[in-house]
């Protein structure tokens, strides 16, 4: 927020919106649909607000605060973005404070004594804190002009932010009617909105869902072969000197990556949980504050970061799903400007996550969850048609254009042929050979090599023992995945990957179901935008 000068409090407060966006936030215009939803909640109105990271949520809240009648409440669960907010609202001339476990007795009671002499405009609370009988009464007593929810998404159960404590939010709906509520997230998925409504009892109230697309992010996603060269090549060619954010799965990958870029003259810093604080916070500051510094990080990076000259985020390992992977594509071209999204895939990443969902410890349904969401991120990865419409697509906003024009497969379209027969071939071996085997074994069998493997199984006696020459192991392996993009064939949670039919193969091998493939051309290319299995 701009800091503007104080309000003269000997004036009355100018009422209407756009007077308030102007004087007390420095703003000329309202964004998007923040008008609308701010002369809604201000009237009076519940509502659940859905719109990207950046995209303005606060105003939706702290507005219609100022204008109603009594204070805002504000639930969050990030002390540090309170404490931001708060700051910045009191730099404005804004009546605001925190309540949350960092205050000692005396400042809480001190911002307890402001709220019940109506001496506040708005109120940060942490959930937990709210909850207590204690604060329940307070707000009881007091005139609260509005609930906001932020980070709403915490209340659900199957997302990747789960709060125990949002679920006791329900209560503010059966003890406060009459004071609306208003619910904000960047996690915008079907389902999760879906819950999001239930738990906070807003199925009746209307939802804002803003515009989730990012135009100027160019989405690619290429087949793995050597990523970290692929990666030097996609910097050198088309990212030197730029700042990047660049994806692992693992601590130790995070290092060897980032050594790799160093040696290769590539300016970058690793940052993972395993660090030291310190040095997080010095490699963080670098990436921050110099031109042309790439981190090589965990997820652990990333939340809360705001730099808006990032040209690139490269993903070396999948996401575990598309809401993971839009929001952390999503740190790239804040400023608006041309920005990279890249990814390098193959099958071995649809096997590691598989691994890494069967061998948590969530329940049976958080599993089945989670392969679903694992499932529609690899359809993504495996799409001939536009990635950005597929991504908008997940999060039920549907684009006027059937190409955008900016990802990998709008740029250079996939030849599609009918892969009938190759799928038969490759689904027939994975049955010959008893649904025990991972890909390596499969492509063997198919174009005939004679392995140990092959041998100590019998398995060039096999009626599918060489019938697939007319395909490379590369080409193999691209009809595989897309085999298990499609969900005719699923990665097997033990340790090697053995593929197993699915009951869709069925209608597959008697030729009932139709496939189309991506064309997968002979030998390796690296041009990362050319590239598209
Ligand atoms: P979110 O909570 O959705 O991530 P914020 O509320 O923090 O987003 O807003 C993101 C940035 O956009 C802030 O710097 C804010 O000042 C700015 N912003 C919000 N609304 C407007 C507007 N109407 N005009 C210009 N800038 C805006
Ligand atoms: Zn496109």
Redesign the pocket.
Known sequence: ??AQPALDRASPPPRDALSV?NHVFG?????GA?EKIIRHVSEGGNCLVL?????????CYQLPSLLRDGCGIVVSPLIALMRDQVAGLTEAGVNAAVLNSTLSYEEASEVERRLLAGDLDLLYVAPERLLTPRCLNLIGQAQIALFAIDEAHCVSQWGHDFRPEYIGLSVLAERFPDVPRIALT?TADAMTRKEIAERLKLTDAPHFVASFDRPNIRYEIVDKQNAVTQLKNLIKERHAGDAGVVYCLSRAKVEDVAASLTEAGIPALPYHAGLDASVRARHQDRFINEDGVVIVATIAFGMGIDKPDVRFVAHLDLPKSVEAYYQETGRAGRDGKPSTAWMAYGLSDIVQQRRMIDESNGSDAFKRVSIGKLDALVALAETVHCRRQRLLGYFGETQADESCGNCDNCLTPPRVRDGKVLAQKLLSCVYRTGQRFGAMHLIDVLVGRLTERVKQFNHDQLSVFGIGRELNEKQWRAVLRQLVAMGHLRAASDAFGALKLTDSARGVLKGETQVMLREQPEGARNRAIRDKS
Do not use: E, I, W, Y
């Open positions: 927020m701009t966006l703003l000329p215009d309202f964004r923040q719109m990207p990271t950046g995209g303005g949520k606060s105003l960047a």
